[in-house]
């Protein structure tokens, strides 16, 4: 069920469908779905008590044992509307949480979901240990005196806290590990996809990169970073990596926890947002996307949107007026093809950014050095003499410096009046 307040909007076709979307990626059945709309919060049982015996009976009535709230709870009213309805209560935050759990499959991922969820819990513990309390009226206070439920929620308590320092320790290493990783892929171009979960991303990666990422119709099929080479054209490659997918109100616990596996992101040169235009909701979704990386401390002026799964639609309004918010947006559908020209000179573009003319001289040893200029650069003319290589090429004007550092001496060519014949295509 979900509640809305005044003023708030909602898809009036299907107001529930992201709810129900994620009911089902958690492996449960809708029997009922209600929409409530609020003036203002109930802060003991966010509906009200009235409104919480109707969900009472509607739930006895389809003999539903858990009731899920697109909303956010606070332990007090998880608890107060549990008295009412004895049943089960989730929230969005908890919901989101056990589908994360389920889709862990690397020992990062598992660590990142584990202290989301720990960090969710710790407040709540209570709430777990409400049937154990203290010894009856009239008992000595002080050591001693406590019932086995206080006992039991002070152990566990000091339980997770200690397991939230390990796992936190954990990952900090992790994510010193990929930020070294990343930064030392400074000689390649290097590109994000980001975006609503379920906007095609990994279907886009696939189209670009001859990759076989696994492609589902479920949210979240994607919780660890995927990173492939994509090449643009001949002699220039860059590197393109699908994250993790992006959803309205993710909890803050999980995107703090999955600051690790979102370093690509933080890192990259450029991010392409990429928009389910088919989706009713397309432009609510942006909202949410563009919220998280600003959490993220990203500059959005950094992407390029991509309004994706065109191929899908009946009617051009929904295109049109995404166009008219985003006047640079490409158009394209992952799943066709179509588009992605478009989307590959502009990427080209701004990965080879201002090309100079060099000559380099380094050790003809020196292999790396190398195979960058190759990846990276156009080579025209290549000279060996007594263990060493001169090269002269076109190098994009943010690689000199990392030639440099590689152990290269660089001097700048400038241009010729009339154009050189020698700068064709290598031979």
């Given at each position: 069920?979900?509640?809305?307040?005044?003023?708030?909007?909602?898809?009036?076709?299907?107001?529930?469908?992201?709810?129900?979307?994620?009911?089902?990626?958690?492996?449960?059945?809708?029997?009922?779905?209600?929409?409530?709309?609020?003036?203002?919060?109930?802060?003991?049982?966010?509906?009200?008590?009235?409104?919480?015996?109707?969900?009472?009976?509607r739930?006895?009535?389809?003999?539903?044992?858990?009731?899920?709230?697109?909303?956010?709870?606070?332990?007090?009213?998880?608890?107060?509307?549990?008295?009412?309805l004895?049943?089960?209560?989730?929230?969005?935050?908890?919901?989101?949480?056990?589908?994360?759990?389920?889709?862990?499959?690397?020992?990062?991922?598992?660590?990142?979901?584990e202290?989301?969820q720990?960090?969710?819990?710790?407040?709540?513990?209570?709430?777990?240990?409400?049937?154990?309390?203290?010894?009856?009226?009239?008992?000595?206070?002080?050591?001693?005196?406590?019932?086995?439920?206080?006992?039991?929620?002070?152990?566990?308590?000091?339980?997770?806290?200690?397991?939230?320092?390990?796992?936190?320790?954990?990952?900090?290493?992790?994510?010193?590990?990929?930020?070294?990783?990343?930064?030392?892929?400074?000689?390649?171009?290097?590109?994000?996809?980001?975006?609503?979960?379920?906007?095609?991303?990994?279907?886009l990666?696939?189209?670009?990169?001859?990759?076989?990422v696994?492609?589902?119709?479920?949210?979240?099929?994607?919780?660890?970073?995927?990173?492939?080479?994509?090449?643009?054209?001949?002699?220039?490659?860059?590197?393109?990596?699908?994250?993790?997918?992006?959803?309205?109100?993710?909890?803050?616990?999980?995107?703090?926890?999955?600051?690790?596996?979102?370093?690509?992101?933080?890192?990259?040169?450029?991010?392409?947002?990429?928009?389910?235009?088919?989706?009713?909701?397309?432009?609510?979704?942006?909202?949410?996307?563009?919220?998280?990386?600003?959490?993220?401390?990203?500059?959005?002026?950094?992407?390029?949107?991509?309004?994706?799964?065109?191929?899908?639609?009946?009617?051009?309004?929904?295109?049109?007026?995404?166009?008219?918010?985003?006047?640079q947006?490409?158009?394209?559908?992952?799943?066709?093809?179509?588009?992605?020209?478009?989307?590959?000179?502009?990427?080209?573009?701004?990965?080879?950014?201002?090309?100079?003319?060099?000559?380099?001289?380094?050790?003809?040893?020196n292999?790396?050095?190398?195979?960058?200029?190759?990846?990276q650069?156009?080579?025209?003319?290549?000279?060996?003499?007594?263990?060493?290589?001169?090269?002269?090429?076109?190098?994009?004007?943010?690689?000199?410096?990392?030639?440099?550092?590689?152990?290269?001496?660089?001097?700048?060519?400038?241009?010729?009046?009339?154009?050189?014949?020698?700068?064709?295509?290598?031979?």
């Open positions: 069920m979900g509640v809305t307040l005044k003023g708030q909007y909602v898809d009036p076709d299907e107001p529930l469908a992201e709810l129900k979307s994620l009911t089902r990626t958690a492996g449960a059945e809708s029997a009922d779905e209600l929409l409530v709309r609020l003036r203002q919060i109930n802060p003991g049982t966010y509906i009200g008590k009235g409104k919480a015996q109707e969900i009472a009976q739930a006895r009535a389809v003999k539903a044992d858990v009731v899920i709230f697109d909303n956010d709870l606070t332990p007090g009213q998880i608890r107060g509307l549990e008295q009412i004895s049943v089960k209560i989730i929230d969005r935050s908890e919901l989101i949480l056990d589908i994360f759990a389920s889709r862990a499959q690397t020992r990062q991922a598992r660590l990142q979901v202290l989301a720990l960090e969710y819990t710790y407040p709540r513990l209570a709430r777990m240990w409400e049937h154990l309390h203290r010894i009856g009226a009239g008992a000595p206070t002080g050591l001693g005196a406590r019932g086995p439920g206080e006992k039991q929620l002070e152990t566990d308590r000091r339980l997770v806290r200690r397991r939230v320092t390990t796992l936190r320790s954990s990952l900090k290493k992790i994510q010193a590990r990929r930020e070294r990783e990343v930064s030392s892929r400074t000689s390649n171009f290097t590109v994000a996809l980001v975006g609503y979960t379920n906007a095609g991303k990994s279907t990666l696939n189209t670009l990169t001859g990759a076989n696994l492609v589902e119709g479920r949210l979240f099929s994607t919780l660890d970073t995927k990173t492939r080479r994509w090449k643009l054209r001949p002699g220039l490659w860059v590197l393109l990596s699908d994250t993790v997918g992006f959803i309205r109100d993710l909890p803050h616990h999980l995107v703090a926890s999955f600051r690790a596996t979102l370093e690509h992101t933080r890192q990259a040169d450029l991010l392409l947002h990429v928009v389910d235009v088919s989706n009713p909701l397309a432009m609510a979704q942006t909202r949410s996307c563009l919220a998280v990386l600003e959490e993220l401390g990203l500059d959005p002026a950094r992407a390029i949107t991509l309004l994706n799964k065109v191929d899908k639609l009946q009617d051009m309004t929904p295109l049109q007026t995404a166009r008219t918010l985003f006047p947006a490409l158009p394209i559908s992952a799943s066709t093809g179509k588009g992605l020209d478009r989307l590959v000179e502009e990427v080209s573009r701004l990965a080879l950014g201002q090309e100079m003319s060099v000559s380099i001289r380094a050790a003809s040893a292999g790396k050095l190398l195979n960058m200029l190759k990846a650069g156009n080579i025209l003319k290549t000279n060996y003499s007594d263990g060493m290589v001169e090269v002269r090429a076109q190098l994009p004007a943010r690689l000199i410096e990392r030639v440099r550092q590689m152990g290269a001496s660089v001097e700048l060519i400038r241009p010729s009046k009339t154009p050189s014949k020698s700068k064709s295509k290598n031979p």
